[in-house]
């Protein structure tokens, strides 16, 4: 049965009463709405949002001047390091995980730095702590998929993300991080409790957004 994409109205109260075997359309209906609703509805996601001062004190002249940011962070140091462990509940349905940041970066002079990155991989929980990964992982570096915006003092926003393709995982695993593509979540870690660690290099992680992908039979 395809999942429907488009609105799905459940069936008249007029034809359903408690007691009484429903059957035909109704019924039809009914199924229709709930895999939608289970398919497309409510599938796993998950929204962090990395809360970040923009305040920055003018000494030279006296004036604090905060708000007028407009969110932009001051530009990371050279070898700056931030690590986020964000938690993620899978469905038994779901298959890979697919992933959007917001991110900023810039440099008066690019090539100072040692190389900006994102890296995220996928971990299991076993006794209440994260435990074994489960994928390798994947790698946003620059310039292939990350911006440096010269900008002066302010690191300007950007967007960066897997895409959402699908693709058949090796049997025997990865050995490193690949390319971009949504973490793929193995069989026996359907329906579990994940976390998705996000490690970023000279580069000031705003936001990410995870998001459930799957293969529909």
């Known amino acids: 049965?395809?999942?429907?994409?488009?609105?799905?109205?459940?069936?008249?109260?007029?034809?359903?009463?408690?007691g009484v075997v429903t059957m035909g359309a109704p019924?039809?209906?009914?199924?229709?709405?709930?895999?939608?609703?289970?398919?497309?509805?409510?599938?796993?996601?998950?929204?962090y949002h990395v809360g970040r001062?923009?305040?920055?004190?003018?000494?030279?002249i006296n004036y604090a001047k905060g708000a007028t940011?407009?969110?932009?962070?001051?530009i990371p140091t050279k070898g700056y390091l931030d690590e986020f462990d964000l938690f993620y509940f899978s469905l038994p349905t779901s298959?890979?995980?697919?992933?959007?940041?917001?991110?900023?970066?810039?440099?008066?002079?690019?090539?100072?730095?040692?190389?900006?990155?994102?890296l995220a991989d996928l971990y299991e929980i076993s006794g209440g702590a994260i435990?074994?990964?489960?994928?390798?992982?994947?790698?946003?570096?620059?310039?292939?998929?990350?911006?440096?915006?010269?900008?002066?003092?302010?690191?300007?926003?950007?967007?960066?993300?897997?895409g959402s393709r699908l693709y058949?995982?090796?049997?025997?695993?990865?050995?490193a991080p690949t390319f971009p593509r949504p973490l793929y979540i193995p069989p026996s870690n359907r329906g579990d409790e994940l976390v998705v660690k996000i490690?970023?290099?000279?580069?000031?992680?705003?936001a990410v957004h995870l998001f459930d992908i799957f293969m529909e039979a």
């Open 69 to 74: 940011f407009g969110g932009y962070q001051n």
């Open 131 to 162: 435990s074994t990964k489960i994928d390798e992982g994947i790698l946003f570096t620059y310039p292939e998929q990350l911006q440096i915006l010269e900008r002066g003092q302010l690191t300007g926003l950007a967007r960066v993300n897997t």
């Open 1 to 18: 049965m395809a999942t429907p994409i488009n609105f799905q109205p459940m069936p008249l109260s007029q034809s359903c009463f408690n």
């Open 168 to 175: 058949d995982f090796p049997s025997g695993g990865l050995s």
């Open 27 to 47: 019924v039809a209906q009914m199924a229709l709405t709930l895999k939608q609703l289970n398919q497309v509805k409510f599938r796993s996601a998950g929204y």
């Open 95 to 118: 298959q890979w995980i697919g992933i959007e940041i917001i991110y900023g970066a810039a440099s008066s002079n690019p090539t100072s730095l040692d190389g900006p990155y994102i």
């Open 199 to 206: 490690e970023a290099r000279e580069v000031i992680i705003y």
């Open 53 to 60: 001062s923009t305040w920055q004190d003018w000494n030279s």
